[in-house]
């Protein structure tokens, strides 16, 4: 029996709870600018501990959800599809800032997703 798009929902939702490994390439922050009708994708460097935590390559410092100084992006990738950002990603840029491939399917699903809200005007907040 086919699921309800609620059911659908709270089943992705337990599964974006899941335990993942970090991608020792490092992270994206995707927004929207929508002054330039633009998708950004702002690429930052980490390593990955002993303890599979995400940390600062230059200090060995665990990096903060929140709060904490900003960091700057190492990249920033920009463009007015999903299509064309995630080229930008995994095919133009020299090295590859994705090691993963699970991150790398996490990452179109989130630019199709930022498109969509970007074409139908809603807001857009990454998962």
């Given at each position: 029996m086919a699921m309800t798009p609620?059911?659908?929902?709270?089943?992705?939702d337990?599964?974006?709870r899941r335990?993942?490994?970090?991608?020792?390439?490092g992270y994206f922050l995707i927004f929207l600018d929508r002054?330039?009708?633009?998708?950004?994708?702002?690429?930052?460097?980490?390593?990955?501990n002993d303890q599979g935590l995400a940390a600062d390559p230059e200090t060995g410092e665990v990096?903060?959800?929140?709060d904490g100084d900003p960091r700057q992006p190492v990249a920033t990738y920009r463009g007015c599809s999903a299509k064309e950002v995630g080229i930008r990603l995994v095919?133009?840029?020299?090295?590859?800032?994705?090691?993963r491939l699970d991150?790398?399917?996490y990452l179109g699903r989130e630019l199709q997703r930022?498109?969509?809200?970007?074409e139908s005007g809603r807001d857009y907040v990454q998962d």
């Open positions: 609620q059911q659908r929902r709270r089943h992705d337990r599964l974006s335990a993942i490994a970090l991608d020792p390439s002054d330039a009708g633009d998708i950004v994708a702002e690429h930052y460097s980490n390593i990955i990096l903060a959800c929140r095919e133009e840029a020299d090295p590859c800032p994705v090691s991150h790398a399917l930022a498109e969509a809200c970007l």
